[in-house]
C-alpha cells in the first residue's frame, strides 16, 4: 500500500526566503502525486499534480515542485515567500488504480515578517 | 460556480445517535470522495465512489455508510456515532479517475459526538 511521509510538521521562513517543503512516497512508483493548500478554516485547494508527463511540475502562485524517482521524493517549492503562503500544506497520492488517495499528515508553514 | 457544498457545516450530536452529512456537487463529475481530518494525521479517506451506485471502501471506513444514487449527491452516514467520530469532514469530487484531474473540496463539516 502507498504511504506518503511529509517531513516537518512545521516549517518558518522569511518571507522573501525560499520556502521548501518536503514530501516523500512508498517505492513502489505512483501513479498520480499532488500538493494540496489548506488556508484556515477553508477547504482543500489543488497547488499542482504530477502525472508523468513532466518531472517539474509547475502550479499556481510560484509553487512549482519536482518529481525524484531515484529519491522517491516530491518535495514543494516556492523561490520566494510571501505573507499570503502561511498555511497547512499536504503532500497525497493515489494507488495504481487512481481512485484511492492518500494524504500525508501535513506540513505548517509560517511566514514571518 | 463550479462548487461542492456540505451540511451541515457544525453539528454537536451524542453518542449512538444517526447522523447524515450530505454532499452535493454541481460539476457531473463523476468521482466523490470523503474524508476526515485529524491533527497529526492529515486526511483519511473513509469511502469514495466512481460513479452512481459504485463505492468503495477507503482507508477508514468503519462507522460510516455512503450512498449514490444520484450523480450530483453522496451522503456520509454514522449509524451510531462515537466520540472517535469526532473529526473535521471533507466531501470531494472530480471528474475522471480519482484525482486525476483536480478534485474540488467542500469546505467541511465539523462534528462533535459527546
Known amino acids: 500500500a502507498q504511504s506518503v511521509t511529509q517531513l516537518g510538521s512545521h516549517v518558518s521562513v522569511s518571507e522573501g526566503a525560499l520556502v521548501l517543503l518536503r514530501c516523500n512516497y512508498s517505492s513502489s512508483v505512483p501513479p498520480y502525486l499532488f500538493w494540496y493548500v489548506q488556508y484556515p478554516n477553508q477547504g482543500l485547494q489543488l497547488l499542482l499534480k504530477y502525472t508523468s508527463a513532466a518531472t517539474l511540475v509547475k502550479g499556481i502562485n510560484d509553487f512549482e515542485a519536482e518529481f525524484k524517482k531515484s529519491e522517491t521524493s516530491f518535495h514543494l517549492t516556492k523561490p520566494s515567500a510571501h505573507m499570503s503562503d502561511a498555511a497547512e500544506y499536504f503532500c497525497?497520492?493515489?494507488?495504481?488504480?487512481?481512485?484511492?488517495?492518500?494524504f500525508g499528515a501535513g506540513t505548517r508553514l509560517f511566514v514571518k515578517a | 460556480e463550479a462548487q461542492v457544498t456540505q451540511n451541515p457545516r457544525y453539528l454537536i450530536t451524542v453518542t449512538g445517535k444517526k447522523l447524515t452529512v450530505t454532499c452535493s456537487q454541481n460539476?457531473?463529475?463523476?468521482?466523490m470522495s470523503w474524508y476526515r481530518q485529524d491533527p497529526g494525521l492529515g486526511l483519511r479517506q473513509i469511502y469514495y465512489s466512481m460513479n452512481v451506485e459504485v463505492t468503495d471502501k477507503g482507508d477508514v471506513p468503519e462507522g460510516y455508510k455512503v450512498s449514490r444514487k444520484e450523480k450530483r449527491n453522496f451522503p456520509l452516514i454514522l449509524e451510531s456515532p462515537s466520540p472517535n467520530q469526532t473529526s473535521l469532514y471533507f466531501c470531494?469530487?472530480?471528474?475522471?479517475?480519482?484525482?486525476?484531474?483536480?478534485?474540488?473540496f467542500g469546505p467541511g463539516t465539523r462534528l462533535l459526538v459527546l
Open positions: 497525497a497520492v493515489t494507488d495504481t488504480g487512481g481512485f484511492k488517495t492518500i
Open positions: 460539476m457531473n463529475h463523476e468521482y
Open positions: 470531494a469530487s472530480s471528474s475522471g479517475t480519482g484525482g486525476v484531474e483536480t478534485q474540488y
